[in-house]
């Protein structure tokens, strides 16, 4: 089973960048489908991007589209999400997890699609 971990949150102020990654040890990375996801105190787990286990396909949210992008270096087991005019409204815990689902086309919003997440990494938005 692979293992994830998130890292490269932190304090940015709106209009900022951060690129966040992904980082997988254990198992075949490179057979996973990878999504990144946010979650803030309170409310659900958010779908934010994701990418298909090769690379050539990409999901966004609507509020990520054309200001953040996913990608992924299978060499480097790594997923990036690079965040960019970021609003105080992104901040959030971001996770990411992974799937190898059949089916990722039609649920790669879904929580539920992806399992091993990693521990978060928070990003922070000030106004």
């Known amino acids: 089973q692979v293992q994830l971990v998130e890292s490269g949150g932190g304090l940015v102020q709106a209009g900022g960048s951060l690129r966040l990654s992904c980082s997988a040890s254990?198992?075949?990375?490179?057979?996973?489908?990878v999504g990144w996801f946010r979650q803030d105190s309170g409310k659900e787990r958010e779908f934010v991007a994701g990418?298909?286990?090769?690379?050539?396909?990409?999901y966004y949210a609507g509020s990520a589209k054309g200001r953040f992008t996913i990608s992924r270096d299978n060499v480097a087991n790594t997923v990036y999400l690079q965040m960019n005019n970021l609003t105080p409204e992104d901040t959030a815990v971001y996770f990411c997890?992974?799937?190898?689902?059949?089916?990722?086309?039609?649920?790669?919003?879904?929580?539920?699609?992806?399992?091993?997440w990693g521990q978060g990494t928070q990003v922070t938005v000030s106004s």
């Open positions: 254990g198992g075949t990375f490179s057979t996973y489908h």
């Open positions: 997890g992974a799937s190898d689902s059949a089916y990722i086309e039609t649920y790669h919003k879904n929580p539920g699609t992806y399992y091993n």
């Open positions: 990418i298909r286990r090769s690379g050539v396909g990409t």
